[in-house]
């Protein structure tokens, strides 16, 4: 099993950039295909990035194209999302998620994951 433990969401202004962090434990984070998820109040859980097990691989939602980037340390176990040019519509709480079987084609998908963070929430002020 693997424990995952989110951190760096707070309140930043529209323009303003966060870089959240996961960070695993129990097993390396090099066994898993890693992502992002991100919920707002009163709509669904909706997929915001992912990374494939080396870094080579990685995805976005079209709404974070160009303004957010995913990226691991497997030496520290430790995966981040550097976000940019946020605005009021990226506010959610953000989860972070692992998946042993993880592939490309079904890295969007959040029933593909096994293991999920807490979340660590994220709200933007206009």
């Known amino acids: 099993q693997v424990q995952l433990v989110e951190s760096g969401g707070g309140l930043v202004q529209a323009g303003g950039s966060l870089r959240l962090s996961c960070a695993a434990s129990?097993?390396?984070?090099?066994?898993?295909?890693m992502a992002w998820f991100r919920q707002a109040p009163g709509k669904e859980r909706e997929f915001v990035s992912a990374i494939g097990r080396s870094a080579g691989m990685t995805l976005y939602a079209e709404s974070a194209k160009g303004r957010f980037t995913i990226s691991r340390d497997n030496a520290k176990n430790t995966v981040y999302l550097q976000m940019n040019s946020l605005k009021p519509e990226d506010t959610a709480v953000y989860y972070c998620?692992?998946?042993?079987?993880?592939?490309?084609?079904?890295?969007?998908?959040?029933?593909?994951?096994?293991?999920w963070g807490q979340g660590t929430q994220v709200t933007v002020s206009s």
């Open positions: 129990g097993r390396t984070v090099s066994m898993y295909g």
């Open positions: 998620a692992a998946d042993y079987n993880w592939s490309y084609g079904n890295s969007r998908r959040a029933g593909s994951y096994d293991y």
